[in-house]
């Protein structure tokens, strides 16, 4: 798991303690985090932990709606086949996103995800929880969550709501709990964020915390990984568009772009409705 052990792990302490139960994610124990690259080369997913109970999560953190489901449930295939055990996925959506499927019927199976709207969810009162916490002593597991997404929520003011987020970290009286808010804010929560403000955010978290630059490091290649293959999938959909509006088979399509045959079918339906 090279170049993302340090941030994988600390990311799943941030995710534990029952900290996903603010986006009504609830029963999540982290115990190990997993490999994402799974046994075929072109498949790649966001990140896996095991649970404590036995089972995976897989979370995908996503800023464009997933058209259908056959990419991940491809990803949850391999995963269930590789530990024998059952997988749950959570979706979490930013970038304006508000609705995406949460079920594929296959016919022999129908598969679920359970899909987090960020831009449905007010960012002003997760700094507002956050504050009114820290200010009675009574933090809690789901503030690393607020702290470090509020800015992939709807706010009022996107300014003055990076502000108080700035403030409001190194207000976080234990040092691993500061942490583990950074780690969650590097690996998820920074993707929003204009260019000189990540630079910011980079300065101010630099003063609070000692392991910053190590998981800032790791998080910047793991998101530079992340978005080249993206892209490249992005590439493949819109060269498949542009094939079916020509006639192309599916099939043909599929081998053309690297798209499956079931993703393939799926923008062809789009295109064609």
């Known amino acids: 798991m090279a170049r993302q052990d340090t941030l994988m792990k600390a990311l799943m302490r941030a995710l534990s303690d029952g900290a996903l139960d603010v986006f009504g994610v609830r029963g999540v124990e982290l115990r190990e985090p997993l490999p994402t690259e799974l046994p075929a080369n072109t498949l790649r997913n966001d990140k896996a932990w095991r649970m404590r109970d036995g089972r995976i999560l897989h979370l995908e953190f996503q800023s464009t709606r997933e ?162 293959i993206e892209g490249a999938r992005l590439k493949s959909i819109q060269i498949a568009e542009e094939l079916f509006h020509r006639g192309t088979p599916v099939k043909d399509v599929a081998e053309i772009t690297g798209l499956s045959e079931q993703e393939a079918e799926e923008v062809r339906r789009r295109v064609m409705s």
């Open 67 to 228: 058209p259908a489901l056959y990419r991940f449930l491809e990803y949850d295939a391999r995963l269930a086949r590789a530990y024998q055990t059952d997988v749950r996925t959570v979706v979490m959506y930013h970038g304006g996103v508000t609705n995406a499927p949460e079920e594929l019927s296959i016919g022999v199976a129908l598969y679920r995800v359970e899909n987090v709207y960020l831009s449905k969810l007010d960012g002003d009162e997760a700094l507002d929880a956050v504050e009114r916490h820290l200010s009675a002593g009574a933090w809690e597991p789901g503030d690393r969550l607020r702290l470090a997404l509020a800015m992939n929520m709807r706010v009022r003011d996107e300014t003055r709501a990076f502000e108080r987020l700035l403030a409001l970290i190194p207000a976080v009286p234990d040092e691993a709990e500061r942490d583990l808010v950074i780690s969650a804010i590097l690996a998820l929560g920074d993707q929003t964020l204009e260019e000189a403000q990540r630079a910011r955010l980079r300065e101010e978290l630099k003063k609070v915390s000692k392991i910053v630059e190590e998981l800032y490091q790791e998080g910047r290649q793991e998101g530079f990984q992340i978005g080249r």
